[in-house]
């Protein structure tokens, strides 16, 4: 994880230790895919939390976890499917890839990143992005918050750019984000988990 995702090896061990403490993984679905979607959304939110208490990490990662959809930017040809959590929304984005790496001709491999920002050092706002880009096209976003939001009416009916009022955040960009999927997806290969 410490390769695939370009972190110092604390900012991975301390999360993944605090996680299995806590019981917040293995989850215990039976759905062998779901299952492990919902256990690297949790490593993954927990590593972007940057939280430094191990008693805390579980509850933060609950909470970046929790944060629902505020606005999408960019016109997508199609609608992104969203249950309007962030949490729900990543773990969908580890099955797409997944999807995509067993049948590679199924469709194009989305390029996306996953970000998290905090209002303040004391986190009483976080936020969550969801970008994905497309060759000669706008930057499609969806952006997500624990608070609500309260946007003014776009002047031609679309925002194009929102700026959120972080002071810090960790970003996972595209390979990065492919690298700790298969990474997660080749972890169950040929076991009783496997996808």
Known sequence: MVERLNFGTDRITLPLDAL?????????????AEALAVEGTKILLSICSQVRKASAIAMVAERIGAMTLQAE???????????????????????????????PCA?????????VYWSDPQGRVLFGTIDEWHR?????????????????????????????????????S??????????????????????
């Open 73 to 103: 930017l960019g016109k997508p040809k199609k609608k992104w499917s969203t249950a309007g959590f962030f949490a729900a929304d990543v773990a969908k984005l580890l099955r797409t890839f997944w999807d995509w790496g067993h049948n």
């Open 136 to 172: 000669g096209k706008p930057r499609q976003k969806k952006i997500y918050s624990s608070e609500t939001l309260r946007l003014p009416s776009a002047p031609v009916g679309e925002w194009d750019y929102i700026e959120l009022p972080a002071v810090g955040g960790t970003s996972v």
């Open 20 to 32: 299995l403490q806590a019981n917040v993984i293995p989850s215990e679905l039976d759905d062998h």
């Open 174 to 195: 595209p390979l990065p984000l492919l690298g700790f999927s298969e990474l997660l997806r080749r972890g169950v290969e040929d076991t009783a988990a496997d996808l």
């Open 107 to 115: 469709a194009t491999i989305p390029v996306v990143g996953v970000s």
